[in-house]
T-cell receptor, first 115, second 113 residues
Framework: SAVISQKPSRDICQRGTSLTIQCQVD?????MFWYRQQPGQSLTLIAT?????????ESGFVIDKFPISRPNLTFSTLTVSNMSPEDSSIYLC????????????FGSGTRLTVV | KQEVTQIPAALSVPEGENLVLNCSFT??????LQWFRQDPGKGLTSLLL?????REQTSGRLNASLDKSSGRSTLYIAASQPGDSATYLC????????????FGKGTKLTVNP
């Protein structure tokens, strides 16, 4: 299965600033997924990122707040913009080369605290 | 809308005990079900993947079962160890529409030495 390198692993940010999270995959994948996990909650899908096209956002998430880049088949970034304390969460990226057959692999997560 | 429920929310057991974690889902139209482990503040590690046509999968001390018709899965951990302490999440890959995982809220397991 794919190996994902995600960074930063954690950060403490001031409100009103932005943070960009990076995910690098060791193989080419068509779709990459970005999730948010709020404290004590399960994972919620933010968006699906396809190479060469705009990301598809889930209900409740918008591009202005969570812009995503997908410049090639092994790399993606998620930016959390104009942060507030409510954005404090763990953010994770995920890939599934063939999710139906082999399941999904996750990055190590970015623990974000907004103060 | 697919919903995934995990019971119990938390479980504390003495070392060496065998235990069962439960996962239920509302819509049986799934491709597969995946069990993950999450350590505090970290990402997810895949433990077992069960296809919709399968009944169970085993890896070491772990055994996962799937009853798709009743919308249930169990994760059995044999001879638990303190290193098993973590949150265990189950997720289903729902059929139809966009392909995405739906997660339960997890079971937080503590194994006491």
């Amino acid at each position: 299965s794919a190996v994902i390198s995600q960074k930063p692993s954690r950060d403490i940010c001031q409100r009103g600033t932005s943070l960009t999270i990076q995910c690098q995959v060791d193989s080419q994948v068509t779709m990459m997924f970005w999730y948010r996990q709020q404290p004590g909650q399960s994972l919620t899908l933010i968006a699906t990122a396809n190479q060469g096209s705009e990301a598809t956002y889930e209900s409740g998430f918008v591009i202005d707040k969570f812009p995503i880049s997908r410049p090639n088949l092994t790399f993606s970034t998620l930016t959390v913009s104009n942060m507030s304390p409510e954005d404090s969460s763990i953010y994770l990226c995920s890939v599934g080369a063939s999710g139906r057959s082999y399941g999904y692999t996750f990055g190590s997560g970015t623990r974000l605290t907004v103060v | 809308k697919q919903e995934v429920t995990q019971i119990p929310a938390a479980l504390s057991v003495p070392e060496g005990e065998n235990l069962v974690l439960n996962c239920s889902f509302t819509d049986s139209a799934i491709y597969n079900l995946q069990w993950f482990r999450q350590d505090p503040g970290k990402g997810l590690t895949s433990l077992l993947l069960i296809q919709s046509s399968q009944r169970e999968q085993t890896s070491g001390r772990l055994n996962a079962s799937l009853d798709k018709s009743s919308g249930r899965s169990t994760l059995y951990i044999a001879a638990s160890q303190p290193g098993d302490s973590a949150t265990y999440l189950c997720a289903v890959l729902a059929q139809g529409g966009s392909e995405k995982l739906v997660f339960g809220k997890g079971t937080k397991l503590t194994v006491n030495p």
